[in-house]
């Protein structure tokens, strides 16, 4: 009797590295992870330390040997490599080892590829495989179809496969108008936010830290939650209002990763550039990973790569119910840091207090006798700021609230 289930595909890993063996181990433990997470089974894995990558095979001579060897034995269908390889790379590795040859940028492009789901997903993440594939044609040739979408048949995958230099060329140009179109539609968005003098907080961290989690238990977004790299691939705002009436947007955006494929970083550039747009930074750690420090160090070198930084930051601790030992968590980048179990809402309360300190302090202590005259102006300190007092005396209406400069001016008088 034939089965309809798919094979999974078993795969073997492979690292060169030039720095520490115990970075290369952890780097390597995570790309297991991606492999999983796209639908493979790890059967094996093969590092090698050098001084720098064989330009031709990215491992040397005698560790091909060795792969074959443990390809042989394990019956694997291919490899994965833990860095973005040069086309010769791919073509002299498959032409060695007779296996398909997957990088670490094909394997992540391959899960966004599965997780996209608005239109401005599918666009992103098409644009990136475009050129990928554009800069890998070379290494591919005449095989490309072994290349197959990655593991398993996501994306663009053999429908895609098969076009030329010129035609993927004429595609990224579609797909680059495309989102320029969806560019202008986020900025018109965000010159409306700044009219309404509401402050967005965009919520950043490594991939499965919580973000949306943290989004879902504040603001009851319903956005997709799973113990993977990668759950949630596109982006989601929601309102938050605070208990003294102010309102704070909070936006999640896509993990960070070791290695992000500059393809995505490239495609993404729009959504990702809701953290430099952002008012504030709410970055997410996951303290029960032992890779935390360098987690944190990938989510800092992104946000200046991004020219996100300069803004104020919140550090959440997430899962402390999972830590154990006394270690101190400290992020020194951070104006306000908070220890959490967000899952079990623990510090949810805190982080809410910290918003409203940070909101707080982005205003103007005004207190103004209004004549009666004048009362519609105290209509914009209440959409727009924080009332603390509101009295009827003979002079008129007392005010006493915490309003945004642009509004301070206008019912104020110059600051």
């Given at each position: 009797m034939l089965s309809n289930e798919k094979t999974q595909e078993k795969v073997i890993l492979v690292a060169a590295y030039t720095g520490e063996p115990e970075e290369a181990e952890a780097s390597l433990d995570e790309l297991a992870e991606l492999a999983e997470t796209a639908g493979a089974e790890c059967v094996g894995r093969i590092t090698q330390a050098r001084e720098s990558f064989h330009p031709g095979t990215y491992i040397g001579k005698g560790k091909i040997e060795?792969?074959?060897?443990?390809?042989?034995?394990?019956?694997?269908?291919?490899?994965?490599?833990?860095d973005e390889l040069s086309p010769a790379q791919?073509?002299?590795?498959?032409d060695e080892t007779e296996v398909k040859v997957m990088d670490r940028t094909l394997v992540i492009l391959d899960i966004f590829a599965g997780r996209a789901s608005s239109a401005e997903g599918k666009v992103q993440v098409e644009l990136a495989q475009q050129r990928y594939m554009l800069s890998h044609l070379a290494g591919f040739g005449t095989s490309l179809s072994r290349l197959g979408g990655g593991i398993g048949t996501r994306g663009p995958g053999e429908k895609k496969i098969e076009m030329d230099r010129r035609y993927i060329r004429e595609r990224i140009s579609q797909l680059k108008k495309e989102l320029a179109d969806i560019a202008r539609h986020r900025e018109v968005t965000r010159?409306?936010?700044?009219?309404?003098?509401t402050k967005v907080a965009a919520i950043v961290g490594y991939t499965n830290a919580g973000k949306s989690t943290l989004l879902n238990t504040v603001t009851g977004a319903g956005v997709l939650e799973e113990d993977k790299l990668f759950a949630t691939l596109d982006p989601t705002t929601r309102s938050l209002v605070l208990e003294s009436g102010q309102e704070i947007l909070l936006t999640d955006t896509v993990g960070f990763i070791r290695k992000l494929p500059h393809h995505l970083i490239e495609a993404f550039k729009s959504t990702l550039e809701e953290a430099k747009?952002?008012?504030?930074i709410i970055h997410v750690v996951d303290a029960s990973n032992p890779a935390m420090d360098e987690h944190i160090k990938v989510v800092y070198d992104t946000l200046n790569k991004l020219g996100a930084g300069g803004k104020k930051i919140i550090t959440i601790f997430n899962k402390m119910d999972l830590v154990t030992g006394d270690e101190v968590f400290r992020d020194f980048e951070a104006d306000i840091t908070l220890h959490t179990s967000i899952r079990n809402g623990e510090g949810i309360d805190e982080l809410k207090s910290a918003l409203e300190d940070i909101l707080?302090?982005?205003?103007?202590l005004l207190e103004k006798v209004f004549a009666y005259d004048e009362a519609g102006q105290i209509q914009q300190i209440r959409k727009y700021g924080e009332l603390l007092e509101e009295e009827y005396v003979a002079e008129g209406i007392r005010v006493k609230a915490y309003v945004p400069e642009e509004i301070f001016r206008k019912v104020g008088g110059a600051r």
């Amino acid at each position: 009797m034939l089965s309809n289930e798919k094979t999974q595909e078993k795969v073997i890993l492979v690292a060169a590295y030039t720095g520490e063996p115990e970075e290369a181990e952890a780097s390597l433990d995570e790309l297991a992870e991606l492999a999983e997470t796209a639908g493979a089974e790890c059967v094996g894995r093969i590092t090698q330390a050098r001084e720098s990558f064989h330009p031709g095979t990215y491992i040397g001579k005698g560790k091909i040997e060795e792969l074959k060897i443990l390809i042989w034995e394990t019956g694997a269908d291919g490899i994965i490599c833990d860095d973005e390889l040069s086309p010769a790379q791919i073509r002299n590795l498959r032409d060695e080892t007779e296996v398909k040859v997957m990088d670490r940028t094909l394997v992540i492009l391959d899960i966004f590829a599965g997780r996209a789901s608005s239109a401005e997903g599918k666009v992103q993440v098409e644009l990136a495989q475009q050129r990928y594939m554009l800069s890998h044609l070379a290494g591919f040739g005449t095989s490309l179809s072994r290349l197959g979408g990655g593991i398993g048949t996501r994306g663009p995958g053999e429908k895609k496969i098969e076009m030329d230099r010129r035609y993927i060329r004429e595609r990224i140009s579609q797909l680059k108008k495309e989102l320029a179109d969806i560019a202008r539609h986020r900025e018109v968005t965000r010159v409306a936010r700044v009219k309404s003098h509401t402050k967005v907080a965009a919520i950043v961290g490594y991939t499965n830290a919580g973000k949306s989690t943290l989004l879902n238990t504040v603001t009851g977004a319903g956005v997709l939650e799973e113990d993977k790299l990668f759950a949630t691939l596109d982006p989601t705002t929601r309102s938050l209002v605070l208990e003294s009436g102010q309102e704070i947007l909070l936006t999640d955006t896509v993990g960070f990763i070791r290695k992000l494929p500059h393809h995505l970083i490239e495609a993404f550039k729009s959504t990702l550039e809701e953290a430099k747009y952002a008012d504030y930074i709410i970055h997410v750690v996951d303290a029960s990973n032992p890779a935390m420090d360098e987690h944190i160090k990938v989510v800092y070198d992104t946000l200046n790569k991004l020219g996100a930084g300069g803004k104020k930051i919140i550090t959440i601790f997430n899962k402390m119910d999972l830590v154990t030992g006394d270690e101190v968590f400290r992020d020194f980048e951070a104006d306000i840091t908070l220890h959490t179990s967000i899952r079990n809402g623990e510090g949810i309360d805190e982080l809410k207090s910290a918003l409203e300190d940070i909101l707080r302090a982005d205003k103007i202590l005004l207190e103004k006798v209004f004549a009666y005259d004048e009362a519609g102006q105290i209509q914009q300190i209440r959409k727009y700021g924080e009332l603390l007092e509101e009295e009827y005396v003979a002079e008129g209406i007392r005010v006493k609230a915490y309003v945004p400069e642009e509004i301070f001016r206008k019912v104020g008088g110059a600051r």
